[in-house]
């Protein structure tokens, strides 16, 4: 089993990151060093999420958790970060995210995506390379999230493995797959100790509500409509955020250096039948009929180059790490639904920019606290 001291999240005021976070620092992960949270706090990033960390693992004379506010971009600041801090793991999630942004500019999905992770990586290279000298040795990591969508789209039949060559097909899972080769490229060229996941569509308490269930909830809770694309048969594979999350560090702990792993729901779903069900679910927590809010799906405009089908094979990871599941879709739906209807405020500040001024009151002008 692989042991850190510090680990690096990028991201981390993001969805799967700040759960991640509060993951790592729970009793279930056994962890039990220090994480830094690196995290431009972009549209996507909100330090609401992780209040209840920074209260209980931010303060004392020994914190386990700091946030800095930086791009990861910024090679210089990210410099100052793995000396000041001593990183000896990082866990890259921070990204331009989704899809339809991608489309209506994909400008800083290159940059961020693709650069962004070039600076991670080449920051790490050289820091781990002057303490350690030979770095296929080094007691450290590079790990990687990334997406099924690097694979490009699937027909009726047929499942994503390890060794599905990659297509990606929209400016997201373009940037995503150039940034998967790098990495790789990274560990091949210069032997640095990296670790890569494939991750199929996430949700969960926390996610913007630009994707597909935030949305379709609160629209249901507003009484707005529920914008289908295309015909509503486009099928995704669905993951409890939770299980996502225990499946990362699974690899990281124990997961073969040089290797990537697919992570899955072996949940598939057409988003027109996923939209049904969330509303049985919704109307059961609501109490608002089910008719009334089935009158509310709109089919609209598809997205350009919307891919049909992902599913994920995930046995690698089961049979090498032992890894599995452990939400069934219904249960991870409804602690979805009834978070998103217990959490308005989160919801109302990450939409309306409130959450900006949030930080400015709390950290002052420079949003974060160190560096
Ligand atoms: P998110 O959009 O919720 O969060 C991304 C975070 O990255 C935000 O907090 C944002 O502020 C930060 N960020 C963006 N640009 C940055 C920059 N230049 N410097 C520093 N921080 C920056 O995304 P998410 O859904 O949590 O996804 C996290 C990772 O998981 C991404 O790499 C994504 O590609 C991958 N992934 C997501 C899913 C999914 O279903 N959400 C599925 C598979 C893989
Ligand atoms: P999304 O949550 O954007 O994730 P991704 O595109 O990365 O899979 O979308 C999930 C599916 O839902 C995808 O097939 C597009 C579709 N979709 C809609 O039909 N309506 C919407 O308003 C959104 C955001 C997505």
């Known amino acids: 089993m692989r042991n850190f001291n510090t680990i690096l999240i990028t991201g981390g005021a993001g969805f799967i990151g700040s759960n991640m976070i509060r993951y790592l620092l729970s009793e279930e992960s056994g962890f039990k060093g220090v994480v830094i949270n690196v995290d431009l706090l972009t549209y996507a990033g909100n330090l609401e999420s992780l209040i209840d960390v920074e209260k209980s693992f931010g303060g004392g004379s020994n914190p386990r958790y700091k946030f800095v506010k930086a791009d990861i971009r910024d090679r210089s600041a990210i410099e100052n970060i793995f000396k000041n801090y001593n990183v000896d793991c990082v866990i890259h999630f921070a990204a331009e995210s989704h899809v339809d942004r991608s489309i209506l500019g994909p400008e800083a999905f290159i940059t961020t995506n693709v650069l962004g992770t070039y600076t991670l990586l080449d920051v790490a290279r050289k820091y781990w390379q002057e303490i350690y000298g030979t770095l296929s040795d080094a007691p450290v990591l590079f790990h990687h999230i990334s997406t099924d969508e690097v694979y490009g789209s699937l027909g009726d039949t047929g499942y994503f493995t390890e060794n599905t060559p990659y297509d990606p097909r929209s400016p997201y899972s373009a940037s995503k797959a150039g940034s998967d ?93 996923l939209l049904e069900y969330l509303i049985q679910i919704v109307s059961e927590e609501t109490g608002k009929p089910q008719e009334k809010l089935k009158e509310l799906i709109t089919f609209v405009k598809d997205r350009p180059g919307h891919d049909r089908r992902y599913a994920i094979d995930c046995t690698k990871i089961k049979h090498e790490l032992g890894w599995k599941q452990s939400v069934s879709f219904e249960e991870g739906l409804r602690k979805t639904v009834k978070w998103y209807l217990d959490n308005r405020k989160w919801v109302d500040h990450i939409r309306s920019g409130e959450y900006l001024k949030w930080i400015e009151k709390n950290y002052g002008e420079r949003g974060g606290r160190v560096c």
Not at 202 to 229: A, C, R, S, T
Not at 245 to 253: D, E, G, K, L
């Open 181 to 273: 080769h790098l990495v790789m490229a990274y560990h091949h060229t210069y032997g640095l100790p990296v670790t890569l996941t494939n991750c199929s569509n996430n949700y969960g308490p926390y996610q913007f509500p630009e994707k597909f269930i935030p949305l379709m909830i609160l629209n249901m809770i507003e009484d707005k409509p529920l914008p289908v694309y295309g015909d509503g048969k486009n099928i995704r594979d669905w993951l409890y955020v939770e299980d996502h999350n225990v499946a990362v560090w699974q690899v990281i702990r124990y997961g073969k250096v040089g290797e990537k792993y697919n992570i899955g729901g072996e949940n598939e779903w057409e988003n027109i039948r």
